[in-house]
């Protein structure tokens, strides 16, 4: 059973928009923060946003300020990413992250005990 299921990636013009969800299964969420990754053709998997188990509290790299959203619904079981105003260099994989009882540690990705497969977005005209 995979614990963490990305759904919402696809392709997208530049200056559209992609939602992606991240479903947990087999454990809840209530306990773990939640994190979106990214990883490019030959670049390394980097952070984009997380979001806090305690507050709601959110982090985001300066690359996506303001572009994206990151938000979560735990009567549903899921953590969101919501992206507007894409361009070229977003195109990568996405995977979805939790950590339990953590926040952020975009920059340390083995704190995070659970990952999803990931889902592709692709920005381009």
């Known amino acids: 059973q995979v614990p963490l299921v990305e759904s919402g990636g696809g392709l997208v013009q530049p200056g559209g928009s992609l939602r992606l969800s991240c479903a947990a299964s087999?454990?809840?969420?209530?306990?773990?923060?939640g994190g979106w990754f990214r990883q490019a053709p030959g670049k390394e998997r980097e952070g984009v946003s997380a979001?806090?188990?305690?507050?709601?509290?959110?982090y985001y790299v300066d690359s996506v300020k303001g572009r994206f959203t990151i938000d979560r619904d735990n009567a549903e079981n899921t953590v969101y990413l919501q992206m507007n105003s894409l361009k070229p260099e977003d195109t990568a994989v996405y995977y979805c992250a939790a950590i339990k009882y953590g926040f952020g540690f975009l920059y340390a990705p083995d704190r995070y005990d659970y990952w999803g497969q990931g889902t592709q977005v692709t920005v381009s005209s």
């Open positions: 087999g454990f809840t969420l209530d306990y773990y923060g």
């Open positions: 979001i806090s188990h305690r507050d709601g509290s959110t």
